[in-house]
């Protein structure tokens, strides 16, 4: 089994919690950044109605901030379609998302018509994506013009992430955050994968770079809890 694989299976081990899991470690702040990553795409995007496709949707924590966001934003959603390899996250998903289109793939190659979205998001997934290259290029690809990805992630400190509160959020990350979420998932092998999982990933500006690399240059970034977590938003040249 390669690394991929032994990823997927680990989210349709810990699929039945991992709502309960992320709403108890994260204290709810998750949902204040993604609503504020949907108000930022759809101001630089200016159109009405949106095409849309969640990458590693997981349980559809992001597909449902859209669908709400779109109304308070004033925009109206064409297609939403959540995307992940982890079919026991995505029957949680389904269950919670009665408009939404979903398929069992993997980012590296989606299911999808080139030019076909305005907006791909992947929220709290591409750290776990083995082939981000190729997931990028995927990305560009199914992108129409002008189109944005949103990117929200748990990032590595780069330039950033100095001083005592950045160091408490890490130790709450790398220490109390494996207790917490193997206490409840009753898996405490999955929730050690996740410090390390952030340990192993890029910086905000590597992500950037590989990008621009990408012809998505960045349009907005912002880093919340002193850089532990960020969003990017990129658009397509």
């Avoid at 204290?27 to 930022?40: F, H, L, N, P, S």
């Avoid at 029957?91 to 076909?116: M, T, Y």
């Avoid at 890490?170 to 092998?189: D, H, M, Q, W």
């Amino acid at each position: 089994m390669d690394k991929q694989e032994k990823i997927i299976n680990m989210f349709d081990n810990i699929a039945a919690t991992y709502d309960t899991t992320n709403r108890v470690m994260s204290m709810g702040v998750d949902i204040t950044w993604r609503k504020e990553a949907c108000k930022e795409a759809f101001k630089i995007l200016q159109k009405s109605h949106i095409d849309i496709a969640d990458i590693a949707c997981g349980t559809g924590d992001m597909m449902l901030q859209w669908e709400a966001s779109t109304r308070e934003n004033g925009v109206e959603i064409a297609s939403i379609v959540g995307i992940d390899p982890s079919n026991g996250m995505l029957d949680v998903a389904r269950k919670k998302i009665a408009k939404g289109i979903f398929f069992v793939a993997q980012a590296s190659k989606l299911p999808l018509k080139s030019e076909s979205k305005d907006i791909i998001s992947i929220a709290y997934g591409l750290r776990n994506v083995v082939d981000r290259k190729a997931a990028l290029s995927e990305f560009y690809r199914v992108l129409k013009p002008g189109g944005v990805v949103v990117i929200l992630e748990f990032m590595s400190g780069g330039t950033r992430g100095g001083g005592l509160f950045s160091a408490l959020m890490r130790f709450y990350t790398k220490c109390i955050l494996p207790l917490v979420g193997g206490a409840i998932s009753r898996n405490f092998k999955a929730y050690k994968y996740l410090p390390n999982s952030i340990d192993n990933f890029v910086s905000r500006e590597s992500l950037e770079a590989e990008l621009a690399l990408h012809n998505m240059p960045t349009i907005f970034a912002k880093d919340y809890s002193a850089g532990v977590c960020s969003l990017v938003i990129a658009k397509k040249d």
